[in-house]
């Protein structure tokens, strides 16, 4: 099967800070996977990448057979790192402009996911807390029928109640030609509802494995692991 | 139903686990149909591709039927369910034994203890899912 996200030797480099180095990932679809690391290994900017934002230095990268471009843009499903919503703007105003730029936007679905979260339509973004804005902004990513979900840090600012409602969102949404990638510190509340794990060190791929796999040839959780690895 | 699944082992064995002790148990009985893959994988926060090699591998052992178009039924026989529930107790068992055994109790002991001790009389305390 023809892997939803495939990079090759990717390199980039942040004057001479190598963010990512001669990096190997390819996620089927279908797949849910985790992308894990300690901070400065390169999740951002692999994520970045895939999301069209940043160009690679060398290497390919190939979304759906295709490399990073408009055509791209229409099938992957970026959750930034920050909140990127026009402050000035309701949660309402977002949610039309979802659905004018991205053709497999489903209205009624944020619509749904908004109520979910007791999240109002009238409210301005720019007076929402941290944790909301995040709310609104993941409500909207998920509400695409994209082949690739790009999630940088969705669990970071929320609390831990809206936290397994996105979660169960994620895996009820996602969709059997999709794959989502995304970005966690929040290891042990995770690891459940992943398929793989893709755990960078300084831009390098240390391990791309399944979950089980890794918990029955390690006789640890994913996080567990990951603290013995990167023990300080 | 109420799941548990704890670190250190792989996710679908503690599914399998879990899955047999509720046949086993009656909470879902003999011919009954279990929800499916992706109703089930939600209640438990797991991944539904995990849920999804769980029942398979139940399926496989013919503690699960696949109906075409309706889901999975428990199939079950009597005797399966009999074996099923001797060797969870035999795990039971050696698990307490084992426990004993850390509290630096000899075998003699742990066999009176257990003689002096009172069996739960109510049998049908259903519990709360």
Redesign the interface.
Same mark, same amino acid.
């Given at each position: 099967m023809q892997p939803v996200y495939e990079v090759h030797k990717l390199s980039k480099y942040y004057g001479r800070i190598r963010a990512l180095d001669h990096l190997d990932l390819a996620l089927a679809p279908g797949k849910l996977v985790g992308l894990l690391g300690p901070n400065g290994s390169g999740k951002t900017t692999l994520i970045k990448i895939g999301a069209g934002l940043l160009t690679p230095d060398q290497g390919s990268v190939l979304i759906g057979g295709m490399a990073p471009g408009p055509a791209t843009k229409a099938i992957v499903s970026y959750l930034p790192d920050r909140m990127a919503l026009p402050t000035e703007m309701t949660t309402k105003d977002v949610v039309s402009m979802y659905s004018d730029f991205f053709a497999d936007f489903d209205r009624v679905k944020a619509q749904e996911m908004l109520r979910d979260l007791h999240l109002s339509d009238s409210q301005r973004i720019g007076s929402m807390s941290k944790g909301t804005q995040e709310k609104v902004q993941l409500c909207l990513v998920m509400s695409r029928a994209a082949k690739l979900y790009l999630l940088d840090e969705p669990l970071g600012g929320v609390d831990p109640a809206a936290r397994e409602y996105i979660l169960s969102t994620i895996l009820r949404n996602y969709s059997e030609d999709s794959a989502v990638l995304f970005s966690t510190h929040l290891i042990s509340d995770i690891e459940k509802v992943l398929d793989e794990v893709a755990i960078l060190r300084q831009g390098k791929l240390l391990l791309h494995d399944s979950v089980d796999h890794l918990r029955q040839e390690k006789g640890m959780s994913v996080d567990e692991f990951f603290k013995e690895v990167f023990r300080c | 139903m109420n799941w548990n699944?704890t &670190? =250190? $082992? !792989?996710?679908?064995?503690q599914l399998i686990e879990q899955l047999e002790l509720a046949i086993v148990t009656g909470e879902y009985p003999p011919g009954s149909r279990i929800p499916a893959v $992706?109703e089930l &994988?939600?209640e438990? =926060?797991?991944? !539904?591709?995990?849920m999804q090699r769980a029942l398979q591998d139940l399926e496989s052992r013919g503690l699960l039927q696949s109906q075409r178009t309706s889901g999975r039924i428990v199939s079950a026989n009597q005797d399966t369910l009999h074996t099923l529930r001797v060797q969870r107790a035999e795990v039971y068992v050696a698990d307490f034994l084992r426990q004993m055994h850390k509290l630096g109790y000899t075998q003699e002991e742990t066999l009176e203890l257990l003689q002096k001790a009172t069996f739960p009389t109510v049998s049908n305390t259903k519990e709360e899912s």
């Open positions: - | 699944i &670190a =250190g $082992r !792989p996710v679908y064995v $992706r &994988a939600a438990a =926060g797991v991944n !539904p591709n995990t």
